[in-house]
């Protein structure tokens, strides 16, 4: 008999594409380990058809969602009320019904701040240098400003605009002391010199280009944390050697993990089970 | 580990309420009993936001719907197709999503014609009398006139305009021989002596009022086939009465079965799994 009857909830994934998302399996794996009467699943939703299926998410009553590329951005005009730090990052990953009012949040960069945690590795009090100035460093580097209380925070790109306007908002949303700078070798090289903290938030060293790392293996002290917003491969480039010159490090599977539990507690008002979710990303990664 | 990952498609219930329905119990077995990867939910759709869900099931990809109460005739105004049978029965309870072409049908009627089918009860060139003028009523005994090729049907009932509409629009939509007559004691005694297939439509004899039938135990022959619409309780007085007299007998779970069968074909492609399904009714009923 199935687990499945018409008392459950449903959350879902939106993307597009979204069906090789590994969200319904950590999910349903973790509404199932805590006896939830919840399931999730992912819905191919067509950038044209985006409006229409949030309203049906809510007409049709879903308790949560997972919002996706490339709706991350349009998702935050289309929800009824944005938290701070999503309003900061300019986009949102999560949504909560509450009583049919969507409520929206970004879950990633405090996935991150989340994985650190859990690995020990402080930030308050201490200098924080992000690399890159897209989606991920965006939503790293302003939750990071927001709610880590680093003692500084440098952030290296290579997208002028983007960066500067990371900067700028980031300047203008938070009381952190930030600092943006055009990265090439020579402003790397200081800028990792003078960190207590290296996030990593480019797509440099992913899988096919697993042979990259911007970082190069002299710069890295063993008193230097490095995390890499890159989960696939698992261990990066750069993660293999930070940890070969005995830094403390945090891989991206860990903040994608950090992510989904924390869009997993926004939904349920659960704790979630992290054993139960790593096992199913480490089956699949 | 869960089995529903990001693949799997999905199917709901939109009633109001639906948060009781047997749908998802009875679907989501025969799903994983034929290993598709679907899954079925159900939704509570206030009447308000029905046209909102509609939509949204075709934003979110949705393959197919149930639709039930009160949604039945408004559903089929927001479908971009009916099929000659809904549409004469004036509502639907299953939507397929064809390549974002959302098809109605309505399988309640076929549903009974299945289960007398499977009972071994012949309909064509037999006279059929059908009790009662509602939904029910309406859609079983249209799909008899459109496809169970009775030689003759008759129709009682109390409510002399939901009656006396059924009628027209069986003559007007049907090659069936027709007649509609006023149910009373005198009329039913008539009609059912004249019959050789009987299908009680009617909630007479429906919990709590389980000691009710229309039908006075000395009129039932064992000639006589008698089917039950109501299929709570499963063996109403209708039926226990007419088994006693040696009657072949069809519960109104066999039609409940065989309805979710029409649909389970109707989505999947695939033959329905009638014993993993009939498990499930059995074990809620």
Redesign the interface.
Known sequence: ????????G?C???GYP????????IH??A??ALGLPL???????APA??A??V???????YRGLSITMPHKVAALGLVDEVDATAQAVGCINTVVNRDGRLLGHNSDGQGALDALERAGVRTQGRRVLVLGSGGAARAVGMTMAMRGQPACLEILGVVDEELCRLGRDVAARTDAKVKTCRLDEESLAAAVASADVLLHCTPVGMTPDTDRSLVAPELLRPDLAVFDAVYNPRRTLLIEQAAARGCPVVLGMEMFLGQAMVQFELWTGHKAPAEVMR??IE?RL
Chains 1, 2 share one sequence.
């Open positions: 008999m199935s687990r499945i009857d018409a008392s459950f449903v879902a994934l939106l979204a069906h090789h998302s590994m969200g319904p399996a349903n794996a509404f199932e399931v999730y699943v992912a819905h191919d939703v058809d985006l229409a299926a309203a049906g998410a809510r007409a049709l009553s096992k199913v089956a």
